[in-house]
């Protein structure tokens, strides 16, 4: 569950609501990704604004009661993750959007990718953010060029194609 008081939301825009939830066992803490997923959902930088949402928490004791939720964002092992993207081909390896449910893959949590080199949270920001934004209907982006910045819906985890990082669906300012 997001911490008290940590996700941050609009006043405006159509409510979308959204469950934290952690597979039992990994070794994680589980308040420590919901507090990583509440920071990147209040962001201003992230789909609030562009797309004119609120993201409103759906409680653990919520769901056991039957609570309607529009995106279960969910951290799950690389085998959990294999499973709940069926029938899409994550092989142990990359994150999904799948039936509702934003997978958000342990190792790559853990280990982030490539194209964010040491920048961990970064990338963590990139994949909640790039699943998220599946759930809100966003399809898959591409490199504009070398040296644009990189779309938070293109697939960064496999790299940039000459486009920079950048784990934000608002343009880059500065």
Not at 1 to 11: D, F, H, M, N, Y
Not at 28 to 57: I, N
């Given at each position: 569950?997001?911490?008290?008081?940590?996700?941050?939301?609009?006043?405006?825009?159509?409510?979308?609501?959204?469950?934290?939830?952690?597979?039992?066992g990994?070794?994680?803490?589980?308040?420590?990704?919901?507090?990583?997923?509440?920071?990147?959902?209040?962001?201003?930088?992230?789909?609030?604004?562009?797309?004119?949402?609120?993201?409103?928490?759906?409680s653990?004791?919520?769901?056991a009661?039957?609570?309607?939720?529009?995106?279960?964002?969910?951290?799950?092992?690389?085998?959990?993750?294999?499973?709940?993207?069926?029938?899409?081909?994550?092989?142990?390896?990359?994150?999904?959007?799948?039936?509702?449910?934003?997978?958000?893959?342990?190792?790559?949590?853990?280990?982030?990718?490539?194209?964010?080199?040491?920048?961990?949270?970064?990338?963590?920001?990139?994949?909640?953010?790039?699943?998220?934004?599946?759930?809100?209907?966003?399809?898959?982006?591409?490199?504009?060029?070398?040296?644009?910045?990189?779309?938070?819906?293109?697939?960064?985890?496999?790299?940039?194609?000459?486009?920079?990082?950048?784990?934000?669906?608002?343009?880059?300012?500065?």
């Open positions: 569950a997001i911490p008290e008081g940590g996700l941050r939301t609009g006043g405006e825009g159509r409510s979308v609501r959204v469950s934290v939830e952690t597979e039992g990994l070794p994680v803490d589980a308040a420590e990704f919901a507090a990583a997923v509440a920071a990147t959902l209040s962001d201003p930088r992230g789909w609030q604004a562009v797309d004119k949402v609120r993201f409103v928490e759906v653990p004791a919520e769901l009661k039957g609570a309607a939720v529009d995106v279960r964002i969910a951290l799950a092992s690389p085998e959990t993750t294999d499973r709940l993207c069926a029938p899409l081909q994550t092989r142990g390896q990359v994150s999904c959007h799948n039936g509702g449910r934003a997978v958000i893959n342990l190792t790559r949590w853990q280990l982030g990718a490539e194209a964010y080199g040491a920048d961990l949270a970064g990338y963590r920001t990139y994949v909640v953010n790039h699943e998220v934004g599946h759930s809100l209907g966003h399809g898959h982006a591409y490199c504009a060029g070398p040296g644009k910045v990189a779309p938070v819906m293109m697939q960064q985890t496999y790299g940039l194609k000459g486009c920079t990082a950048w784990p934000w669906p608002s343009p880059k300012s500065g």
